[in-house]
């Protein structure tokens, strides 16, 4: 797993391509002028956050904001046989003063159950795991949904406690120190 790079995470059967400010303004604000660049090696044939936004109405105004939060945020998850982009993935800030970071994705209906979901969080995990100042992981999942709860499960992070989404209602709230994941999950 190559978890060096900033603008690329690779796991096994993934690469996790971090989406530049520009473009992610551009997929929130004019989606249908958005193309990905001829070099970069893959393409988006099912409108990966062009059909839906999921998290862009949340993470341009924090880039617009400040640019250099972009690092902790959207990327396509990206088959590497296939060079196809199957869902995204998004930390929702950055480490809070605690140490703690959380994570949301998204995989399109056709690609589910094929273990993309489990390794891209695997993979962002073990990257925000080597950055400077996070102590903690975060999941949250609504209680009926029952794949994502089976995936953090399987994790082993700890069930802490229910909150209130404004939008999506109550949702389980799931940790793991960044340690605990590191001993557990390094490889």
């Not at 690092?71 to 046989?81: L, T």
């Not at 609504?142 to 209602?169: C, L, M, Y």
Request: aromatic share 10%.
């Amino acid at each position: 797993m190559n978890v060096s790079s900033t603008e690329l995470i690779q796991t096994q059967r993934l690469d996790l391509h971090l989406i530049s400010v520009t473009d992610l303004i551009t997929l929130f604000e004019n989606p249908e002028s958005f193309s990905i660049p001829e070099n970069a090696g893959y393409q988006n044939p099912h409108g990966v956050l062009i059909k839906n936004s999921g998290p862009l109405r949340w993470r341009v105004p924090q880039v617009k904001r400040d640019p250099e939060l972009n690092k902790w945020f959207v990327r396509f998850i990206v088959v590497r046989e296939t060079q196809e982009v199957v869902g995204s993935i998004s930390f929702h800030a950055e480490p809070d003063s605690d140490g703690m970071i959380e994570i949301g994705l998204g995989v399109e209906p056709e690609f589910q159950n094929n273990g993309y979901a489990t390794e891209a969080l695997q993979g962002m995990w073990q990257w925000v795991c080597s950055e400077p100042g996070v102590r903690t992981l975060r999941y949250t999942v609504s209680p009926s949904n029952a794949p994502s709860q089976r995936i953090i499960q399987k994790f082993g992070f700890t069930h802490e406690g229910v909150q209130i989404d404004d939008e999506d209602g109550p949702e389980d709230i799931y940790e793991m120190s960044a340690a605990d994941f590191l001993l557990h999950f390094s490889r």
